[in-house]
């Protein structure tokens, strides 16, 4: 039987709650034969809190050596002082930046029994099945310089570069365009060309790739801040949006919102594919964070993490049905009812992370 090396980081604060119910997941996939191995890390806060660093680089090596890694959350107002370079996100970047994890995909689908759970009207949510490709290694979240100094008179500066360069543009296109010709054939690409120099090569670059390559694919340019208000006012008339690291991470959570809640909405981060393996480096994590107002409460939902171990079982491990079974599990389970507060149905009672996980397998066994 073929193993598949997962490593497991919970994080902080809900991420430990989620991760528990995905062990639950992967325990029955195992039990069904399918050839699962873990290991679980420290990273974030709980790292820091160890050894003074938001991920070990024993960690990282596991990382490396896994075939795909499982995160949950870091971070919280715990280690809110804690110095810039541990502080317990620093871990999240170390690893997509170490792991060349270039490409971040967070599809955005409104699940049958949510379209009423989102705050937008039905009719603008149901259906919807959207994906923003975010580049992920690049950016403002990387450039340099990248400080905070002070100056003579006592005040203070502070400075973030936005660094694009064209081979990051041109491989985040690809990747763009490749998802769309499987799904409606068209992409978004959202910038500020209008005051970002990035935004201009980005719009030069998304073009030039289009007519060599893909000009049977529509493509549409947005403006970024045009495209946050389209997501609000329209979100289906997207398929896949291409973006940078920043408008990537915000637009994501926008789109979290029409799905229900930021506890729906799952990512992949993929590196570039090995030519001699045909391999990837991965990571896989819900969009949301350690969400401390709700942590150890047992009130998390757990759907986004669960639904990110189903693109893990989908990228890195070509288990088509599998994955399927899995969408399929988490669809009946919220049709059936079973939801927490962030999605209840008005006037229905909540249940708890656990429960979320419990039925999940459960439908899994009915479905088999
Ligand atoms: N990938 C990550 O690890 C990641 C992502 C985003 C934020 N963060 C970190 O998390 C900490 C808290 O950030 P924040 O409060 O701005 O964002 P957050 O995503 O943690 O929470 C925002 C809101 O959404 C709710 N929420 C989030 N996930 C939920 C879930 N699964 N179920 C139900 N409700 C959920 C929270 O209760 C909160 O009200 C910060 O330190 C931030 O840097 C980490
Ligand atoms: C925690 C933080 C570094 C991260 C980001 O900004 O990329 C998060 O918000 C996300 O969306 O994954
Ligand atoms: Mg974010």
């Known amino acids: 039987m073929a193993t598949h090396k997962l490593l497991l980081l919970p994080g ?56 795909a890694v499982l995160f949950g959350a870091v971070g919280g107002p715990k280690w809110d002082a804690v110095p810039y370079n541990v502080r ?29 759970a989102s705050s937008l009207k039905r009719e603008i949510v149901e259906g919807l099945d959207i994906v923003i490709v975010r580049e992920l290694t690049g950016g403002v979240y990387f450039g340099e310089p990248k400080e905070l100094v002070t100056l003579e008179d006592g005040s ?31 992409v978004s690409s959202a910038e500020k060309s209008n005051v970002m120099k990035t935004g201009v090569l980005w719009r030069q670059v998304v073009s030039k790739i289009h007519k060599a390559e893909y000009a049977d694919v529509e ?43 930021l506890g729906m909405l799952p990512s992949a981060s993929l590196g570039a594919e090995d030519p001699k393996t045909g391999k990837r480096k991965a990571l896989y994590e819900p969009v949301h964070g ?48 079973t939801r927490t507060k962030d999605i209840a149905a008005p006037g229905a009672n909540a249940v708890g992370t656990q429960d979320v996980g419990d039925a999940i397998v459960r439908e899994l066994e009915t479905l088999r």
Not at 91 to 116: E, Q, S, V
Not at 226 to 251: C, E, S, Y
């Open 12 to 67: 902080d604060g809900i991420g430990p709650e989620v991760m528990r119910e995905v062990e639950k997941i992967v325990s029955w996939f195992r039990k069904s034969g399918i050839g699962f191995e873990t290991e679980t890390d420290l990273v974030g806060g709980a790292a820091y809190d160890a050894h003074k660093v938001a991920v070990t680089d024993a960690a990282m090596q596991r990382a490396q050596d896994a075939d």
């Open 88 to 116: 317990p996100e620093a871990g999240l970047l170390r690893l997509r930046k170490d792991l060349g994890l270039f490409a971040n995909i967070r599809p955005a689908i409104c699940y049958p029994a949510l379209a009423d």
């Open 156 to 186: 203070q500066r502070a400075v973030d570069t936005q660094v694009y360069t064209t081979g990051e543009i041109e491989r985040i296109t690809r990747v763009a365009f490749e998802m769309a010709k499987t799904r409606r054939n068209k």
């Open 219 to 261: 493509l549409e340019h947005v403006l970024a801040d045009n495209a946050a208000m389209q997501l609000v006012r329209n979100p289906k008339q997207f398929d896949v949006i291409v973006t940078d690291n920043l408008f990537g991470d915000i637009l994501s959570d926008i789109g979290a919102m029409l799905t229900g809640s």
């Open 290 to 337: 350690s969400a401390p107002d709700i942590a150890g409460k047992g009130l998390a939902n757990p759907i986004a993490m669960i639904g990110s171990f189903g693109m893990a079982l989908r990228y890195s491990f070509g288990l088509i049905e599998e994955a399927d079974r899995l969408d399929k599990a988490i669809a009946n389970v919220l049709a059936s009812g």
